[in-house]
């Protein structure tokens, strides 16, 4: 049932078994997984169905590293859905070996609490209730190109990427959203603090918009799905106050802010046309948009001393009208267009795709000319499959006869504690609540496993006779290109993360925050490393296993607050 600013009273009225703080797609995951166990929800979330710039603003953090990560509003919506509303909706489940210690990885020598075996059992709900289709996960190249790969398994390309067919999760489940009785969906309500005893929360302050004020709400059990930065902001709020909680001023909460390396350093050009057929996007036979990612195996990871990677060949970049393509050019053109481009796509990806104006977009209109029949049948296709189809293509791959593409890696931000999350002590939001202050970085540790693998795909690929790669930095500047492209803040991983005891985890294995028990964490933040997969399925299997423990051990239905 959506509560369209209600006021306080009403909320305190509500006799509900468990508190959500955040309807993005984790929260509101962990609410409907919640209410199918049987539970009477309250979620409260900042925003309303429609952006609200003044609370926007309210994610208007301050960003000491504006060179390496995104302005708040380019990396969080507050409203209904979250960062569903900026999300590619791109599904992909973190690797075995993600779980494990690496010893030859700096930050990331230790298992985690959990392992993959533990949240397998969650990922066919999570891809459902995220709209992304079955768990298939690999498909194998069509022969005589699998025999070629299979021959040599230190890279495939066999496994997937699955899409949501609708990135905004909140219009997926609206249905049950408007008109479930035990799940209250309160907007404009956002918590601004907390009043606790030493292990429990007892009260949310909750800011409702109706009164522009905030007051106390009583509370059983809670879970923090604000996302990672709002969700880290608001636990250093309470530690701020209480400065033993969360392992003090020099445990891990706020640190290890990792997202994601990602960018391209070099092109790849395919031997084979067969070989860039099969990166095309497809459909799976249940309609789901599905991509072949290129990754390296466990032991060519551990061999060559890599983090997590993967790759995948992309258009040219669209920004260079060198490339000559009409429908490259009609993509620029439509991104770089400032009433247009924002309407079409997140702007932290548009900026990407169309770099930093100004923009020259004559040598685009000439290929726009020089083309006309690609132009035209491209871009109406294209439209109707990304705005009109029932299913919205997620982007586009388009072949060239010189068999030519950008490469982009995506790769494993390693945790380092100097990355981190504080309290900005000069700037509050509209609420009270304190702004986060974000200095986030990558560091030669990073880059350099990322070197290393692009020189190993390149053995492969050769060794297989699949292709071959062109740097586009010389060799006396190896690491450049990485750190020139690396630029995040949209997966906002490891800032209250998982971890064995106090001294190295905000949260246990079951997602419960060690020092106040009925407090549960749902987010990326609680991600320990951060894979070379996209982070949200992973938060969304986590939250529902936390949501299964919950109700297993009857928290739930009013009793005891769980145990580790
Ligand atoms: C441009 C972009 C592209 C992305 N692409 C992908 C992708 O392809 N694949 C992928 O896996 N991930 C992607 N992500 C990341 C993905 O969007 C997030 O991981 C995901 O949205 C996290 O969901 P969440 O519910 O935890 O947090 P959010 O989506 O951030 O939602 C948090 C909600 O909490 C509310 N809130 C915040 N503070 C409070 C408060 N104090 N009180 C009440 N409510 C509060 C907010 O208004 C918001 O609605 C992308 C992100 C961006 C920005």
């Known amino acids: ?17 468990l508190t959500i703080i955040g309807g993005g797609p984790v929260g ?56 569903g509303h900026l999300w590619g909706g791109r599904c992909v489940p973190f690797d075995p070996i993600d779980f494990r210690g690496r010893p030859w990885l700096a930050g990331c ?23 992304a289709g079955e768990p298939l996960l690999e ?6 190109l699998n025999t070629r790969l299979d021959a040599d398994t230190a890279f495939t390309a066999h496994r997937l990427e699955r899409w949501t067919a609708d990135p905004r999760i909140e219009r997926r489940h609206m249905a049950q959203l408007r008109a479930d009785r035990d799940l209250y969906v309160a907007l404009g309500c956002s918590v601004c603090s907390a009043k606790h005893t030493k292990d429990r929360i007892t009260h949310l302050d909750v800011w409702t918009e109706a009164e522009g004020r905030a007051a106390a709400l009583p509370v059983g059990q809670v879970i923090l799905a604000a996302g990672g930065v709002a969700s880290t902001r608001f636990l250093l709020a309470l530690q701020a106050n209480h ?54 195996s466990e032991q060519t990871q551990q061999d060559h001393q890599l983090s997590n990677v993967a790759f995948w060949p992309v258009v040219p970049e669209i920004s260079d009208a060198r490339h000559r393509s009409g429908p490259l050019s009609a993509v620029f053109l439509g991104l770089s267009m400032p009433w247009l481009g924002p309407r079409l796509i997140a702007q932290a990806i548009r900026l990407k795709h169309i770099g930093p104006p100004p923009y020259r977009r004559l040598p685009h209109l000439r290929n726009l000319l020089t083309d006309p029949v690609g132009t035209l049948g491209f871009v109406p296709a294209f439209i109707w499959q990304r705005y009109g189809a029932r299913t919205r293509v997620p982007g586009f791959f388009l072949r060239n006869p010189a068999q030519r593409y950008g490469l ?16 900005d002590p000069t700037r509050r939001d509209r609420t009270g609540l304190p702004h986060a202050r974000v200095d986030f970085r990558f560091t030669q540790d990073d880059a350099a496993p990322i070197l290393r693998a692009h020189e190993a795909l390149e053995d492969w690929l050769k060794r297989r006779g699949l292709g071959r790669l062109s740097y586009r930095y010389g060799p006396e500047v190896p690491a450049r290109g990485i750190f020139e492209e690396a630029k995040h803040g949209n997966h906002q991983i490891g800032t209250a993360r998982m971890g064995h005891d106090a001294s190295d ?27 070379q997969a996209n982070p949200t399925l992973a938060a969304v299997q986590l939250a529902l296993r936390t949501v299964a423990h919950l109700q297993q051990t009857g928290a739930l239905s009013g009793q005891e607050t769980p145990h580790g």
């Open 243 to 296: 400065p033993a909680l969360f392992g003090g001023a020099q445990g891990p909460l706020g640190r290890f802010y990792m997202g994601h390396v990602n960018g391209q350093i070099a092109d790849i050009t395919f031997e084979d046309a067969a070989l860039q057929d099969a990166f095309c996007y497809y459909t799976d036979a249940a309609g789901s948009y599905i991509r072949r990612r290129i990754t390296p």
């Open 139 to 144: 498909d194998p190249l069509p022969a005589p």
């Open 505 to 531: 985890g905000v949260v246990d294995r079951w997602g419960t925050c060690f020092d106040l028990r009925n407090l549960h964490i749902a987010s990326t933040a609680v991600l320990p490393s951060s894979s």
């Open 408 to 423: 982009e890696f995506h790769a494993e931000h390693l945790p380092n504690a100097t990355s981190r999350i504080t309290l």
């Open 28 to 83: 509101l995951v962990s609410a409907l997984a919640a209410r199918a166990a049987g539970a009477r929800v309250l979620l409260l979330e900042s925003g309303r169905m429609d952006r609200d710039p003044a609370i926007q603003s309210q994610s208007d953090d301050t960003i000491d590293t504006p060179d390496t990560h995104h302005a708040g509003p380019l990396t969080t919506s507050r409203r209904l859905g979250g960062a």
């Open 109 to 131: 020598t230790e298992d985690w609490p959990v392992t993959a075996a533990d949240l397998a059992p969650y990922l066919a709900p999570a891809l459902d209730y995220l709209g």
């Open 1 to 17: 049932m959506l509560l369209d600013r209600p006021r306080l009273a009403e909320l305190q009225a509500l006799d509900v078994d």
